[in-house]
Structure formats: structure tokens, C-alpha cells
């Protein structure tokens, strides 16, 4: 294994983490957002709540998903295990987070122009659903299930 590829892996793993970060918190700021009455009073902290989903998404969130798939698409055709199954359900799942993350960016511009119609249970679940794709894929990649 050449250094080049290893530090691909290590630049994968950290911009994987960040992603996750990003797609567990977001949710989280939109419980507390969502949970805010709609009144005069609470104006201000819906504005800094917005502008923290706004740079959430912008600086962090977004940048993280194209290193992702752009250090990921290089891993997988420099090691060959694109043909693997195990492989492939990773590949599924990370569209599907991929998805989840652009749902994530309609809900940023929602709140931006408050039209915001859910409350704060449907985010709390919805802040579950990233994690049970983490979870998925972090065993497909470490027990690389033959079965699949």
C-alpha cells in the first residue's frame, strides 16, 4: 500500500467525520428552532439560529459530503472493492445520506424564509435517521460482510 492512498484514507475518514458531525447537528439545531414560539420575542434567537444552519450547511456541511465522495470514489477504484457487495450497500447508503443531506438543505432555506410547518419531534426523530446509516456503514466497512 503506497502513502498516497493512505493519506486518501486518512483525508476519507476525516472529511466522513465531519459530514456525520454536520448531519447529526443540524437536526439538533432545528429541534431548538422548531421549539421556539412565533412571536416578536423570540426573533432575535430564530435569526441566530438561522444564520448557524446557514454556515452549518454552507462551511462545513456541504464541503465535507464533496470530500467525501470525491476521496471515497478515489479509494474505492484504487483498492478494486467496487465489485465487492459489501461495497455496494456502502455506495447505496451513502446516496441515501447524500439525499438526507440535500433534504437537510431544503429544510436550511425553509427556516431562512420561516415556513417551517414541522415542530420539534419530527426533528428529534429525524436526527436519528443519520445515525442508523453511520452505524450501517461503519460495519459494512469493518466486518466487510461476505453474505451481502
Avoid at 465522495?69 to 474505492?76: C, D, E, F, N, Q
Avoid at 424564509?113 to 460495519?139: C, K, Q, S
Wanted: hydrophobic share 55%; net charge positive.
Amino acid at each position: 500500500m503506497n502513502d498516497l492512498y493512505l493519506w486518501i484514507k486518512a483525508g476519507h475518514v476525516v472529511s466522513v467525520i465531519a459530514w456525520m458531525a454536520a448531519l447529526l447537528y443540524l437536526p439538533r439545531l432545528f429541534v431548538y428552532h422548531a421549539s421556539l414560539p412565533a412571536d416578536a420575542s423570540t426573533r432575535s434567537q430564530s435569526e441566530t439560529f438561522k444564520v448557524m444552519e446557514r454556515r452549518l450547511l454552507r462551511a462545513i456541511m456541504t464541503p465535507a459530503m464533496i470530500a467525501t465522495w470525491i476521496l471515497g470514489l478515489i479509494l474505492v477504484w484504487q483498492s478494486g472493492f467496487y465489485a465487492a457487495g459489501w461495497m455496494q450497500a456502502k455506495f447505496a447508503l451513502v446516496v441515501a445520506m447524500s439525499g438526507v443531506h440535500g433534504w437537510l438543505a431544503r429544510m436550511v432555506k425553509d427556516f431562512a424564509a420561516d415556513r417551517n410547518t414541522r415542530g420539534h419531534r419530527f426533528y428529534r426523530v429525524l436526527n436519528e435517521v443519520p445515525t442508523l446509516g453511520m452505524i450501517v456503514v461503519v460495519i459494512l466497512v469493518i466486518v466487510k460482510p461476505s453474505f451481502i
